[in-house]
């Protein structure tokens, strides 16, 4: 009675018991127990990293298609990769890894549009901004709408109100109050326009007023006799006010900034690092004397 119960008494097993018979079973108790801190770091590292990806993904067009088509192919590897471990299967790993780059070259040119739009976000990120220096809100859309005015020799001056109060001067105009944007001041500074003439004022990164008349000065020593109306009146309203003058000159289409009753001329592929430096610091010092 003593064999009988033996015999069919249950059996079990222990990883002592698989280690001779390389069954499924005993390899994912080998996989298992070969991990490590150092392991587990590094799939939270992946795992942040692809959650933070499909989060950015996820607040651009297409996101549902672009969520479940990565969870497949991460749960896809993920699955193939256990099988081969467990197996030992490495000739089937290194089709997998080539077969995995393929992969994700195809998803960035598939998804393309989708990524342009998930980077152009990280730009709203106030903890990103920290990391880029010299921007401004508006430096950048003053200097796509002056480059263009350049291009076309149109004139234009644009008075930017930093500390002093520009309100004086913009009441001497067509008060508008408009969000301030490269096409609207294309708009304003248009040939044969009715708001062309005059200057245009921003104030607390608004379009205040355009058409506005500033005072007349009469021109530095030293200055061209020939220094139009724009360039006076920026460097009189710079003396008299902390303001940021913009001129674009209609005759030769160049770009000047005045700045505490000094004029520079600035190249277009500067002016918006400049515009930035300027509105930013609010440093009227590096300002150069025009000749």
Known sequence: MVGSKADHSPLTYSPLTLQGDGSLGWQLVQLYESVGVRDLIEILILAVAIYALLRLLGKTRGSGLVRGLGLVVVVFFLAAQVIIAAFDLMELG???????????????????????????????????RYFVRDSHPIADKLADAAESLSRECVGALIAIQRDVDLMPYAETGELIDAELSAALIRSIFMLRGPLHDGALIICNGRIASAACQLPLGQPPEGASPHMGMRHRAALCLSEETDAVLLVISEETGRISLAV??????????????????????????PIRQAA
């Open 94 to 128: 290194k089709v997998l890894d080539s077969l995995l780059t393929v992969m994700l070259l195809g998803l960035v040119i598939l998804f393309q549009p989708e990524l342009r739009r998930g980077l152009m976000l990280l730009g709203h990120y106030r903890m990103l």
């Open 260 to 285: 505490g009753g000094r004029l520079e001329p600035v190249p277009r592929e500067n002016l918006s690092r400049r515009l930035a430096a300027l509105l930013t610091s609010r440093d009227s010092a």
